[in-house]
């Protein structure tokens, strides 16, 4: 059975920082495509950033400079470092994982954890 743990989220000022992690059992992280969405209350789900199975990352405009997408194959974790965070940032964050592809698709992502709340203040 395959499960996803996110943990890490909070409530921070604007400018602070926080780190959210994704703990995986069931599945390896290192031969699938793992990814963090958001979801703010009435908008639609947003990729904020991922990571293919060959290591390269892909990151949301309005978080690029400011999250950093990390993965350790030994611990089986997904990290989110998240810097000079902003009240739009504010959301329930999600981790989720799909195969990947040798070419680095990532087609689709079946696992998906239960999300942990992020709220920025000004």
């Known amino acids: 059975q395959v499960q996803l743990v996110e943990s890490g989220g909070g409530s921070v000022q604007s400018g602070g920082s926080l780190r959210l992690s994704c703990a995986a059992s069931g599945i390896t992280y290192g031969s699938y495509c793992v990814a963090w969405f958001r979801q703010a209350p009435g908008k639609e789900r947003e990729t904020v950033s991922s990571?293919?199975?060959?290591?390269?990352?892909n990151y949301a405009d309005s978080v690029k400079g400011r999250f950093t997408i990390s993965r350790d194959n030994v611990k089986n974790t997904l990290y989110l470092q998240m810097s000079s965070l902003k009240p739009e940032d504010t959301a329930m964050y999600y981790c989720a994982a799909g195969r990947g592809s040798i070419s680095g698709a990532c087609p689709d992502y079946n696992y998906w954890g239960q999300g942990t709340q992020v709220t920025v203040s000004s």
């Open positions: 990571v293919n199975i060959l290591g390269r990352t």
